[in-house]
């Protein structure tokens, strides 16, 4: 975060990263399959909703096993549920992305990015916000392998919450904690704010949340 608003950069998950007996990024992560896979679709939301521009290494989005060899063929023809689902999830990723400009158009301004919440060490949660004009964007991680059920967080403004996307849906190889419905603010102070929500939190995941500001107007950000 040092340079993230003085320069124009690529946040990059390069070759250099799983070469050379570092291992593949799947195998990097700890736990067993169901883990590695959830902490690689963790790291993925996480990289493509901070601010900078996105590179993947070839692979990457196939959760390649075993690290890169020039030699050796990647497993784009593969039909192990790994591979299907992550590319799955790499596609409706990329989809979010670009249909999501606050994710991108505002990266190298301070204002784009606002930390909601980076302190919860017991829960290992965080959560911040994008935003470039209209468009907002709520992102909540969970760095542990706990869901966590009615977790409180502070958000900017009155209105509601919107989920579309969440890297635990079944559809990636998740375990489905996904929100039901919009989420609607509560006067209830949390995080310094004089709103908040309660949602579940995905474990080893990550939601991105849609806001729909009520009067954004008489609500600053």
Known sequence: MVYEHTEHFIDAIS??????????LLEKMPGDDWQKLSNLRLLLAYQFTRPGKKLLFMGTELAQRAEWNVDAG?????????????????????????????????DYDPAGFE???CTDRENCVISYVRSAGESLALVILNFTPVPREGYRIGVPFVGQYVEIFSS??????????QQTGSLHSEPVPWHGRAQSIRLRVPPLGAAIFRIEPRAAADNPF
């Open 115 to 117: 930390w909601i919440d």
């Open 74 to 106: 990647l497993d784009l023809d593969s039909e192990e549920p790994r591979v299907s689902s992550t590319k799955t999830f790499v596609a409706e990723l990329c989809k979010i992305y670009r249909a999501t400009p606050a994710l991108w158009r505002a």
């Open 15 to 24: 070759h250099d990263e799983v070469v050379h007996g570092k291992r593949s």
């Open 168 to 177: 635990d849906d079944p559809r990636f190889g998740g375990s489905g904690v």
